[in-house]
């Protein structure tokens, strides 16, 4: 479970502790594919130069400058931490390159002025990261639900059962496998079976989902709040 | 990357917002209309005995302990709920049945349906059986006949079930709640 809490930044900061190496890494799991993201979408980079980028990142400002020792709670959230140092980073690195006399278009040099200078272009830069991040909190959520269920066949079929019924529709558009078919598909006694076995499915991940925002705040009275504010971004 | 997590970063944002609601009790509506309809008609004809029999210890030893029935109709829930003279106590170990199913969140039959037969239950009793089996107060009752005779998908004999219980106790009936 990737240790985001504050006190695991902390850890991940503090190179006098053994635990930093292991936290770091968690850390970096959770946060590198929004990271990449972000820049696909902000900065409109390949994915391949994006990833290249936050490899950069990640060495120099994160492993080498160690950043993350910086962050505390006063700071605000941890993500908009890391995000306005990744921007500074992929910025100047830009630069540096030379990328941006090429190759940027009127429209990509005014999106790169905006990031300091403009509150409202800031504002919305920082809304487009949140939204990429409610989608990772729930990626990671069901990345792990997967791999729960995926070690013994009886959770494999809650799996199963949340991918038809509930995640198809979601995230691919599909309609709904109707109750009979899923009786018939997974061998199951009774419609009323599968519906059981769905309710268990959806708890299962309920509780997943907050497993995975426990580890991204501070406390755990701010879970059910910061799961509010993901829905209230997704839903814009 | 896998296709999960593409698939968690390319969709709607307002639909995968949906995902943020799965609640820890398992919420959310788990059943469309047309699955309720079907799963009501697959009830109302299974044999009573079977299902209480197999919920709980207690309830099937008192099942057992009833009279048998006037006719061999009166053996499956439907034949039950529309029986011109049901007996009272297999509508009272029912509709206990119901209420067992209605309190358990991993019980036999989704919770629609375990609603429908405490109901139904209780308006057979009062219509055909002459007797009043619950001490729900009369507002209670209306509400749960309102909302019985309200639902699609609910079977025409116990929507009318429904609606005759709510004449009885003086509730104009006809037009639906929208």
Known sequence: MPPTRWSAVARAGDRSLDAWVH?????????????????????????????????????????????????????????SFILTVLDHFATSRLRAQGALKRRATERDAARLDDLHETPQGGASVSDAFDALWARQVLARALALMREECARTKERQILWDLLEARTLGPVLNNAAPLPYDELVTRFGLRSPAEASNLLVTAKRMFARTLRRVVRETVSEGREVESEIRELKRILSK | MNTADRSTFDADHRQLSALFDVSADGGGQLWEDNELGAVLRHQLAVPIRADLRGLDPKLARRFDALAEPPDRAVESFGGLLIHPAPPVEWLKAVKDFAKTCRARPRGPIPHEIATVLYFACLAAALVRGGARITSLADGALVGGFRWVADQPWVDDANRALAEEALRFLGVQTGTRTV
């Open chain 1, 23 to 79: 936290d770091l890494e968690v850390l970096v799991r959770l946060y590198r594919p929004v990271l990449v993201r972000h820049l696909v979408s902000r900065f409109r980079m390949s994915p391949d130069r994006a990833e290249d980028t936050v490899q950069a990142f990640l060495v120099e400002k994160v492993l080498v400058q160690n950043v993350v020792r910086q962050a505390t709670p006063q700071r605000g959230r941890f993500r």
